[in-house]
């Protein structure tokens, strides 16, 4: 039976929409495609056959480079004349995205891919998993580490028992949270079998010497201690910076998860001659663009009805563990609980 060609709209179409790959080929050519547009092109399951943008240049370029003619000003325009079937969702500002994430989950799509972070606040993410529940509209949002087969062999191992019961994750990451630092609760989460939070202690950085305007004061770095029901807890160091590193703690051994889980260090009490032992694991490797993998994932669940690696609610729940370290700041670096009961505070960013 011949299988669908689903067409593809963009809403965003600068970097992340369209021309990331020209810069990726130079750099890193293993994570080519991950511009939304270069996704849709080379998918045989998809059709690229418009896109949208407020800004007129963007639009030509896009129009230019991709053959696409149907371009808009407006995605509701683009979603009321194209019948697409799948969008992506890839503009500036969070608030932005989330507003347009809810009007796209509406509109009859079977598919969304929504760049990070979908929404600004609790009340506005509920209402796009809600929505994407109601209307069976899989989506897929880019923490793309869930796709990266070397955090697949850390969770793996994990899960052979072979460190015991995890106890703890530590992770170092300096990052604004809700644009970058959502990454790292979101890797936490998979390592540790997507746990629901139970509570948080949170602090944040001072941003006060970023300039007024800028998103990264609104959105800053910050560091939480988090319980887990499952009783795993995790803490986030968003203080020391440097690039991310995870220490997974169980009741039989350690593991390091180095430079994006291409060293990965297992230390175990039991096992050697003298009692403890230290190896180094081979990650599986990578053998293609992981916002690609993300892509064939989308067309999976939209082909099946199953959910995504990268799903709407993993998302909504990074975005909460980020805002709970806010929320604990407002209230004098306070214990809160989940879920969060300010569901309007909003942060926005990038
Ligand atoms: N998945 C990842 O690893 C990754 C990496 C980088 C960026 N991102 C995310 O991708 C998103 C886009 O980032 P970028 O760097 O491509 O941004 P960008 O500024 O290059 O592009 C955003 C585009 O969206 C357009 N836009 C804004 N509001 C719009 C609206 N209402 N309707 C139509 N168009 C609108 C802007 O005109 C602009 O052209 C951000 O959410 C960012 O966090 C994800």
Redesign the pocket.
């Known amino acids: 039976m011949a299988q669908t060609t689903y067409r593809a709209g963009i809403?965003?179409?600068?970097?992340?929409?369209?021309w990331?790959d020209d810069k990726l080929r130079e750099t890193t050519p293993l994570e080519v495609p991950?511009s939304h547009a270069g996704m849709y092109t080379a998918c045989p399951r998809t059709e690229l056959v418009a896109g949208?943008?407020?800004?007129a240049e963007?639009r030509e370029t896009f129009a230019r480079r991709w053959g696409v003619g149907a371009v808009y000003?407006?995605?509701r325009e683009m979603l009321a004349r194209e019948s697409l079937n799948v969008v992506s969702i890839?503009?500036?500002?969070?608030s932005?995205?989330g507003?347009?994430a809810a009007h796209v989950a509406a509109s009859g799509v079977k598919g969304m891919y929504c760049?990070?972070?979908m929404a600004t606040s609790v009340e506005q993410i509920s209402r796009i998993v809600d929505l994407c529940r109601d209307r069976h509209v899989a989506v897929v949002v880019?923490?793309?580490r869930r796709y990266n087969p070397r955090y697949a062999t850390v969770r793996e191992l994990v899960g052979s028992g072979v460190i015991g019961q995890l106890r703890s994750i530590h992770a170092t990451a300096v990052a604004s949270l809700l644009?970058a630092g959502t990454?790292y609760f979101d890797i936490m989460n998979y390592l540790s079998g997507d746990p629901e939070p139970a509570w948080c202690v949170g602090r944040l950085e001072d941003t006060s010497h970023i300039k007024a305007d800028s998103w990264s004061r609104q959105d800053p770095s910050g560091s939480g201690y988090f319980e887990c029901r499952d009783g795993v807890r995790y803490t986030f160091d968003g203080a020391s910076g440097g690039p991310a590193s995870f220490l997974l703690s169980g009741t039989a051994g350690r593991i390091w998860v180095l430079n994006e889980a291409r060293d990965i260090l297992l230390w175990r009490t039991k096992g050697a001659a003298n009692g403890v032992a230290v190896e180094t694991i081979a990650p599986a490797e990578q053998s293609q663009s992981l916002?690609y993998a993300g892509l064939e994932d989308l067309v999976h669940a939209m082909d099946t009805g199953e959910t995504t690696r990268c799903n709407a609610e993993q998302a909504a729940r990074t975005l909460e563990m980020a805002l709970a370290i806010h929320e604990s700041q407002r209230l004098g670096n306070a214990r809160v609980d989940f879920p969060l009961q300010n569901r309007s505070l909003s942060v926005d960013?990038?």
Request: aromatic share 14%; hydrophobic share 40%.
């Open positions: 809403i965003g179409l600068a970097r992340m929409g369209s990331w991950s949208c943008d407020l800004d963007k000003a407006d995605y890839v503009t500036s500002w969070a932005v995205q507003d347009i760049e990070k972070p880019p923490y793309i644009h990454h916002m960013t990038w």
